[in-house]
């Protein structure tokens, strides 16, 4: 297997080295921010990794009841959850709504969200995560835990509709994600109908099912020693199952603060949660804490994640992963100098693990792009983080590569006008994006008919209306790939 992922070794290794780019100087001509969304830029790259996914996916659509599962892992940009619950919203209009996954209450270790989980802790807890972990507790899939060893501690949950959700709730199951050998859980809502502990024997945690009996989202929580063995209990997350059984379930993870490496180091649970999650669809969102660490390697970057996603495939063989870049970034108008490594490492990993690949930071405009956010309002000030629309803005582009790519292996299967619109409407500001964007929301037949201008090509072509060389060419009977100023060609129209 390692000769598999690490064949042209040397040459890898050159190209990565050349991105490590030690300083760089900002341009702060305004005029240079303008419009700096680069739509033809907004594509998933090697979506032929995809394809497992996109089977399933059209399954479900043509209506077989089965799950899809998605996991998204992140940084503090992941943690807010505005970025992936608009993917979350996106596809789960597309393909059904089986839950948004599980949730772990950020504010009892004193940071954000979920915004639709109130939690409240009584009694003695610590918390902990990839970045404070004084205990050296075990860190599963959620990255946090917050633990007592105090039995007359509780905790309450009150549960409500996920923002970006047009679903009523829907709980069928509660699941309680937890360590081995724990205290048990008393629940003091009459709730409980055949609550029982299932236990995964090859890690350390457990997980108590619980099926409610009504339609209550308030829930309370108590202990209860029943062996003299059990001397904590530690909570690693809930999920409110969805009752519906068709459809996408999404969990998404973030850390603030977290970079991938961490996970490596203190998540030993990771991978055995992961199992018992069955994903179909991993996303991995990281790269901008990464960018500031002055000790960042881009050799041993590539060699962890890379080794990381091969595990994974060895307990997971069908999962499939896409990788999506740092964003540009300029952290209390620091430079970051290692975003160009990061990402071209990111690309380099997706060629090679036969992964899919997500240029958020080149769709932003590249280097220097976040400058034009902020000035139009949709980053915050320290031009790290975005607010919610800079967020939920990066997740329609997601989802509208994702569709797309979707329809370059099932033409005409979602049509995407409406998300386009929403897309024009969140980038208003950005002139620019609406010039790219007209062709495709003016034009909803079969296909599009295009005047060649002076310099175009046919791969430029495709770039900008979404589709393949081959399918323009198949259209217009082209045996050649020159095309003539003044022609008019028929594009397809995949939207």
Same mark, same amino acid.
């Given at each position: ?6 064949k ?11 991105? +490590? ?8 001509d305004?005029?240079?921010?303008? @419009? =700096? /969304? #680069? *739509? !033809? &830029?907004? $594509? ?15 399954s479900?659509?043509?209506g ?10 992140g940084?503090?940009?992941?943690q807010m959850?505005h970025?992936s ?27 954000f ?24 507790t ?12 105090d039995? +007359? ?12 959700c047009? @679903? =009523? /709730? #829907? *709980? !069928? &199951?509660? $699941?309680?994600?937890?360590g081995?050998?724990?205290f048990?859980?008393v ?26 009996k009504t ?19 530690v909570?690693y ?13 999404y ?11 961490e ?23 990281y ?6 660490n ?11 994640i ?6 994974i495939r060895?307990e ?10 740092a964003?540009?970034?300029r952290?209390?108008?620091v ?10 490492t ?10 899919a690949y ?9 280097d ?5 956010w ?12 975005f ?15 994702f ?5 370059e ?10 998300l ?5 409407k969140?980038?208003?500001t ?7 964007l007209?062709?495709?929301i ?20 495709s770039?900008?209306?979404h ?11 082209l ?17």
């Open positions: 297997m390692a000769k598999r992922y690490f042209y070794w040397g040459i890898i290794l050159l190209l990565i080295l050349n991105y +490590n780019v030690q300083s760089q100087s900002i341009n702060n305004s005029t240079l921010f303008e @419009s =700096p /969304i #680069n *739509i !033809g &830029k907004n $594509k998933i790259i090697n979506f032929t990794g995809l394809d497992k996914s996109f089977q399933k996916l059209k479900i659509k043509e077989s009841n089965k799950q899809f599962v998605i996991v998204h892992f940084d503090s940009h992941i959850g970025f619950g608009t993917i979350k919203k996106n596809l789960q209009t597309i393909f059904g709504d089986c839950g948004e996954g599980i949730l772990f209450p950020y504010s009892a270790c004193k940071s969200g979920p915004t639709n989980l109130i939690s409240k802790f009584s009694g003695n807890w610590i918390w902990n995560n990839l970045l404070v972990n004084p205990e050296r075990a860190l599963g899939i959620t990255g946090y835990c917050i633990k007592t060893n039995t +007359n501690a509780s905790f309450d949950f009150a549960y409500s509709q996920c923002p970006y047009d @679903s =009523p /709730i #829907n *709980i !069928g &199951k509660i $699941k309680i994600f937890h081995i050998n724990n048990g859980i629940s003091q809502n009459d709730i409980i109908d055949d609550g029982y502990t299932e236990l995964d024997k090859n890690s350390s945690w457990e997980i108590t099912t619980i099926t409610p339609r209550s989202s308030n829930f309370t929580f108590n202990f209860i020693k029943t062996k003299e063995s059990q001397k904590e209990f909570l997350g809930i999920l409110f199952e969805n009752s519906q059984k068709t459809g996408i379930q969990h998404h993870f973030g850390v603030v603060g977290a970079q991938f490496l996970i490596v180091k203190v998540a030993p649970l990771l991978i055995p949660q992961l199992e018992s999650l069955k994903p179909d669809l991993i996303i991995f969102s790269g901008s804490n990464e960018s500031y002055p000790t960042f390697d881009s050799i041993s970057y590539f060699k962890e890379a080794n990381f996603i091969k595990k060895v997971l063989p069908n999962v499939e992963f896409i990788i999506t870049s964003p540009d970034t952290s209390n108008n430079y970051p100098t290692y975003t160009k490594s990061i990402n071209n990111f690309r380099m990993i997706a060629k090679n693990t036969n992964s997500w240029d958020l930071n080149a769709i932003m405009g590249g220097g792009s976040m400058e034009s902020y000035k139009n309002g949709l980053s915050k000030k320290d031009k790290l983080h607010i919610k629309s800079g967020y939920m803005l990066q997740g329609n582009l997601f989802s509208l590569a569709f797309n790519a979707y329809n292996k099932y033409p005409k299967s979602i049509k995407t006008t409406l386009i619109s929403e897309i024009e969140q980038a208003q950005f002139s620019q994006i609406k010039k790219d007209l062709p495709q003016q034009n909803t037949n079969e296909s599009i008919k295009h005047v060649v201008k002076a310099g175009e090509t046919l791969v430029g072509l770039k900008k209306y589709c393949s060389v081959e399918s323009i060419m198949n259209l217009n009977n045996t050649s790939t020159k095309i003539i100023v003044g022609r008019s060609l028929k594009i397809p129209n995949s939207h």
